[in-house]
């Protein structure tokens, strides 16, 4: 019984992980001149943290080939900046629910060429290294084990309210939808018997010069 009890617990454990742990880990090509945008869709008070290389056989890179970063927030807000950087790390916090928008760009060069970049970008529980918190603490593995569990759960009831509260404004936004499309349809039929009624009193009144009635 104990067994199947710890057996749910782990498959509601990963469910939670699978809705909750968001990585994006890619390599992309880039062309100088150009620039690249990813986005990721963040919750408020969720941390990110994220690292980029550029992929080369010149060392030292040329100044040239190197890349800049910028990240926003959905209100434009900017979340990390790097100029002219071979590689670096980021970390932030989102203060704002929507899409963070990375962009890299590659300064204009003659001739043109193109970049190869390793980006990984990681947010929520993803973003925790547990293994650091490991040696910090010197935890035991079953407190470290109870440690992720708290976390993948205040992440999955956060998510709940999160999910609640735009439901909820789905609510509102589909009521107030409803109220415009009755007035609309209320004023068309209005339009619509106006329209009608002209056009009867018109062949009325010609019929009438007609002397047909």
Known sequence: ????????????????????????????EIKTGATKCIMDDLKA???????????????????????TLRI?????????????????????????????????????HDPPTTL??????????????????????QLEMMELDLNKLFDTISNIHFEMYYLREREESMQILIR??????ATFSFFSLIVCLAVVSMQLWHLKRFFEKKKLI
């Open 45 to 67: 008070i969720s941390l990110s943290v994220g690292t980029y290389n550029i992929i080369s056989n010149d060392v030292p890179l040329p100044e040239s080939h190197r890349i």
């Open 176 to 181: 107030a939808t409803n109220a415009k499309m």
């Open 72 to 108: 926003t927030s959905p209100l434009g807000n900017n979340c990390h900046f790097a100029d002219q950087k071979e590689s670096g790390t980021f970390a932030f916090t989102a203060h704002e629910d929507g899409d963070y928008m990375a962009c890299f760009w590659v300064a204009k």
């Open 1 to 28: 019984m104990w067994r199947k009890s710890l057996n749910i617990t782990r498959v509601f454990v990963t469910l939670g992980l699978i809705s909750i742990v968001n990585v994006n880990g890619m390599r992309f």
């Open 116 to 137: 190869a970049v390793d980006f990984e970008w990681r947010s929520g529980l993803a973003a925790k290294d547990w293994s650091q918190v490991a040696k910090r603490g």
